[in-house]
């Protein structure tokens, strides 16, 4: 995979997690369901950038040879 689709899909997660926390702190009138799904999103993103993943390294930690 694309290393910067790597970094992306980790972006993502990162957000997605933080803005369900932030509103949830913020206890705005978000239905429950919406965030649940945002979560869900925020996992698949997670699992997508470590599914490329081998031996603890990924595309971008290696070199090409």
């Keep these: 995979m694309n290393p910067i689709f790597n970094t992306v ?3 993502l ?3 997605l997690g933080t803005a369900v926390f932030v509103l949830s702190v913020m206890k705005v009138d ?3 369901e919406s965030l649940f799904m945002m979560l869900g999103m925020a996992v698949a993103c997670l699992g997508l950038s ?3 993943q081998k031996d603890g390294k ?3 930690d290696t070199t090409a040879v």
Excluded: I
């Design 58 to 60: 990924s595309d971008s």
């Design 50 to 52: 470590l599914f490329d």
């Design 30 to 32: 978000v239905e429950t």
């Design 9 to 11: 899909f980790k972006a």
């Design 13 to 15: 997660a990162v957000g």
